[in-house]
């Protein structure tokens, strides 16, 4: 049975940093695109980060460029976003989402094939 469990969210102040982890079972990262999506009240899914399959090539948001970092242990079968400099603007729901695919990411979300359920991160002063 496939499974995407996310965690690590939480509640930071400005400035501070999360580790958000995405836990895969049922199914190998090694042919997946792994992304993280975000989502915040009243608006769209968007995603944030995502490392491909092929090449470990990675896609970032302009707003977090220099300050998010996508990594992924094959060993665990999981997927990191690493968050520092947090603003509040990124306050969300953020989701792991998996694509099978040789092909480079793609931020559409209907792409992908499987989705965690999120993890809350809320950045507040």
């Known amino acids: 049975q496939v499974h995407l469990a996310e965690s690590g969210g939480g509640l930071v102040r400005p400035g501070g940093s999360l580790r958000l982890s995405c836990a895969a079972s049922?199914?190998?990262?090694?042919?997946?695109?792994m992304a993280w999506f975000r989502q915040a009240p009243g608006k769209e899914r968007e995603l944030v980060s995502c490392?491909?399959?092929?090449?470990?090539?990675?896609y970032y948001l302009d707003s977090a460029k220099g300050r998010f970092t996508i990594s992924r242990e094959k060993a665990k079968n999981t997927v990191y976003l690493q968050m520092n400099s947090l603003k509040p603007e990124d306050t969300a729901v953020y989701y792991c989402?998996?694509?099978?695919?040789?092909?480079?990411?793609?931020?559409?979300?209907?792409?992908?094939?499987?989705w965690g359920h999120g993890t809350q991160v809320t950045v507040f002063s």
């Open positions: 989402a998996a694509e099978e695919t040789n092909y480079h990411c793609t931020p559409y979300s209907f792409r992908y094939d499987y």
């Open positions: 490392i491909a399959s092929s090449d470990s090539s990675t």
């Open positions: 049922g199914f190998s990262l090694d042919s997946y695109n």
